[in-house]
């Protein structure tokens, strides 16, 4: 099964920047809606953006409204997460994934990429 790549944390200070790219080679994303997701040390994973198949539609969860940016490039199979004005809650482990509703999902979990906020 095609695993995905998550890419592009790490480190960087309150108000910073980042860009994440999920690499899923081997497959086929065009028919799929994307999304990324983060899980937080003791948490629970949470979503946090979602595309369309075309990448006409996006949605995001209220904490990161107006401050990330979920795209895709259905010809590279990969998806993006820009992540602008950081704040330290925003420090997790964030993976992409795409879902299908029930909590399923149609790809395995990759490793991740680890993103620090710090203040």
């Known amino acids: 099964q095609v695993q995905l790549v998550e890419s592009g944390g790490g480190l960087v200070q309150l108000g910073g920047s980042l860009r994440l790219s999920c690499d899923a080679s081997?497959?086929?994303?065009?028919?799929?809606?994307m999304a990324w997701y983060r899980q937080a040390p003791g948490q629970q994973r949470e979503f946090v953006a979602r595309i369309s198949t075309s990448g006409s539609s996006t949605f995001y969860a209220d904490s990161v409204k107006g401050r990330f940016t979920i795209s895709r490039d259905n010809d590279k199979n990969m998806v993006y997460l820009e992540m602008n004005s950081l704040r330290p809650e925003d420090t997790a482990v964030y993976y992409c994934?795409?879902?299908?509703?029930?909590?399923?999902?149609?790809?395995?979990w990759g490793q991740g990429t680890q993103v620090t906020v710090s203040s």
């Open positions: 994934n795409a879902p299908r509703g029930s909590d399923t999902y149609f790809y395995n």
């Open positions: 081997g497959s086929i994303i065009s028919i799929y809606f």
